[in-house]
DNA sequence: ACATTAAGTGATT
DNA sequence: AATCACTTAATGT
């Protein structure tokens, strides 16, 4: 396995650090729509994120799953950091929106490099605070926003993972990922195309 | 041609 | 913004 590290990252990485993740790391393939994490599982890898990306939710009672933030490449989920450095269960649910692949780190490694490395330990800070920055645009827009606002920022986030400014989704999906209904999310979409933001069709929508 | 699923819309709360 | 009830449009069999 050779992966480029240092592009992954975004820094330069220590020889000795790049050769254990390279003798370490599980390399593992995920299908779309395969589920990834669970609620209540306990964690025993850390995953990193080599291509493709990732949809972290939060279940709620009713069944439904509210979209927190989407993982892409060379990131990292801090949720399930947060969970295997206390030994908890997860909190979230994650599923693979695209196919990707990804770097299963066993979680002791994961300590013992934080003290061996300093390239490591900067890896995790930095995922640690882009997640939580993250999180709190989503607290913002969930909180302060209207369901307009909301659905724009949802549609030029999926646009932004996916790399298409043409988005195969059901106005019922978007609905299930902001927990709203369909009803809400037809209207705000006409809406915005009468706006000349984007073009509806059946399962496709246009960002203009 | 018929059934099914996605999307559009007025009225009501 | 949510829900109901209904219509219209697109697709599958």
New binding site residues.
Partial sequence: MDIALNTLFGFPVEKELAEEINTTAKRVQVEQGEEMIRPGQSLKYMPILIRGNIKVMRPHENGGHLLLYHLEQGQTCSMTLNCCMADAQSEIYAIAETSTELLMIPIHKMEEWMKKYHSWRKFILNSYHSRMMEMLESIDSIAF????A?LERYLSEKAHVQGKAQLS?????IAEDL??????I?????KM?SEQKIQ??????QLL
Avoid: Y
């Fill in positions: 926003s209207h369901m307009d909301r989704i059901t106005h019922q999906e927990n709203t209904s369909r009803v809400v037809s209207r705000l979409l006409k195309e509806l069709h059946r399962n496709l929508i």
